[in-house]
């Protein structure tokens, strides 16, 4: 019995050697539209799918492929003798395998000024379908949507054969990308309905990276990338020099980013463990980074440094004196990437870093399902900003208030943060009380606690913070309020004159 090929790709990347290949080596290529010109073109014989069908290609070419001549061929057994009477009795050639990808619906939807009928009109029907019967009869039909897999089974059947490992791998791969494809359907569709919260949710994700390991060496782990993910992240920065990036570093970087992402002055961010260690604002890059140095000399060695300004050759100076995992920024002087470069294992990577406008969707895996929410994109501007206490900030406090209500929206609740010059001086990040927290930041703050502002990502629910901030020589409190304690801590910050801005917005963070 001959051999029959069915191709129809959108993708002509390595087509012509591969079915050169095939007919060689005795098959059958059956094809449509402008594959099979292509194939005619480069000299190679094509039985035109009508030829199969017995019936013309119609309304535009969206019937085709959708008969019982293809289907059939697909999805016959062929241990079966009943199948194969049928395919006798109705003049069915089996095929043998099947190289088919898909309209390019995820390239027409990036495109801005895609109206909806055009992205209708790029929902492939007839390629899915057989690509499904191909791969559901993998045992018997190979079936390859990836250029990449075309020297793998060129070589299998040059041999003799495509093995039975090799197909399921192929039939597996083909599942993913059929349903990679109809996620992207369903999120376009779901999106032009703005329903907030359907019934069920079909995400895909494209591999990105291999990684070496996950949080710790005994865990394996994979970088993948949503397809329509935010422009300015980590997933699409380019790295310039360095070591490959570990599960950490991306964890640690996209934390490094979302901070810095919140400021408009200059601004360095580092980062430890997705914690900020010290946050600085200057002038300068070099001003802004002395100040996150100063922040905890001693949390920044190995950390991740984030800038939202380019960094020169004085701050990578600075900056090449210690020992640092990464730095990320929207540029690197000449001057300052040669310093840099020196050292051998320092990641760098370059990035935008404006803030996002619309709220990306945030996912959380827990055991057996999944957390969906919007990001937290509200800042220090959204705020309806409300001085409770008898005294106000003076204009420096205003400074430093913005600062600490800035960061400890990005750290692990419960957050305290201290701020001072416009540097955090101390950080307290993810205890089980408030006070706790508090006591953490005043303690890494010292005596530089005095005269500093400090922030909270939720309300006091008791005067305690309040007292043990005053103690400490804090002047000035930002924190969300909605406690039915907060007259407790207003009488308390007035007892002490220090002032209090409540927000309304609360920035727990998980």
């Known amino acids: 019995m001959k051999k029959r090929a069915l191709v129809s790709v959108s993708n002509k990347e390595g087509l012509v050697p591969f079915a050169a290949t095939l007919v060689e080596e005795g098959f059958e290529i059956v094809s449509t539209g402008g594959t099979s010109k292509v194939l005619q073109e480069a000299g190679i014989a094509v039985t035109n799918i009508s030829d199969v069908t017995g019936f013309p290609e119609i309304m535009d070419g969206r019937v085709k492929t959708l008969h019982p001549n293809i289907h059939g061929g697909l999805l016959a057994v062929r241990d079966d003798a ?170 640690d970087a996209n934390a490094a980013l979302r901070i810095v992402k919140e400021f408009t002055e200059p601004t360095v961010v580092a980062v430890k463990h997705m914690n900020p260690c010290g946050v600085g604002t200057g002038s300068t890059t070099f001003d802004a980074f002395q100040k996150a140095f100063a922040a905890d000399p001693i949390s920044i060695f190995g950390g991740i440094i984030a800038c939202n300004t380019t960094v020169d050759e004085q701050t990578a100076q600075k900056m090449s004196d210690i020992f640092l995992e990464m730095i990320i920024a929207p540029d690197f002087a000449p001057e300052a990437l040669a310093l840099l470069t020196k050292k051998k294992n320092i990641r760098l990577l370059t990035v935008g870093v404006e803030q996002a406008l619309q709220p990306e969707r945030q996912l959380t895996t827990v055991s057996g399902g999944l957390l969906l929410q919007d990001e937290d994109i509200l800042g220090f501007d959204d705020a309806v900003l409300n001085v409770v206490t008898k005294r106000q900030p003076t204009p420096q406090e205003w400074e430093d208030l913005k600062l600490a209500w800035k960061v400890v929206k990005h750290v692990k609740s419960n957050a305290i943060v201290l701020v001072k010059d416009n540097m955090t001086i101390g950080v307290g990040a993810g205890q089980m009380n408030r006070v706790g927290a508090a006591e953490i930041a005043i303690a890494q703050a010292g005596e530089k606690a005095r005269n500093s502002a400090l922030g909270s990502d939720a309300f006091f629910p008791m005067d305690d913070t309040v007292e043990a901030a005053a103690k400490a020589g804090v002047t000035a409190i930002i924190q969300p309020g909605g406690s039915i304690k907060d007259e407790d801590s207003i009488k308390k910050a007035d007892e002490y004159g220090i002032t209090m801005v409540l927000t309304g917005i609360r920035h727990f963070k998980h």
């Open 82 to 251: 009943n199948h194969m009477q049928q395919l006798h009795e109705h003049e069915i050639t089996p095929i043998n395998l099947v190289v088919v990808n898909l309209y390019p619906f995820k390239e027409t939807i990036a495109k801005k000024d895609t109206t909806v009928a055009e992205a209708i009109e790029n929902i492939d029907i007839g390629g899915p379908s057989m690509l499904r019967s191909a791969a559901k009869n993998h045992r018997y039909v190979t079936v390859v949507v990836d250029p990449a897999d075309y020297e793998t089974v060129a070589a299998e059947v040059k041999s003799g054969a495509v093995s039975l490992e090799t197909k399921q791998r192929l039939a597996a791969k083909t599942f993913r990308h059929t349903a990679a494809y109809d996620a992207l359907i369903a999120t376009y569709l779901t999106n032009l309905t703005e329903d907030p919260d359907p019934e069920s949710i079909t995400l895909t994700y494209e591999k990105k990276q291999a990684l070496r390991y996950g949080e710790n060496p005994h865990q394996k782990a994979t970088f993948y990338e949503a397809p329509f993910g935010a422009t300015q992240s980590i997933t699409k920065a380019k790295q310039l020099h360095g070591k490959e990036l570990s599960y950490n570093n991306i964890n």
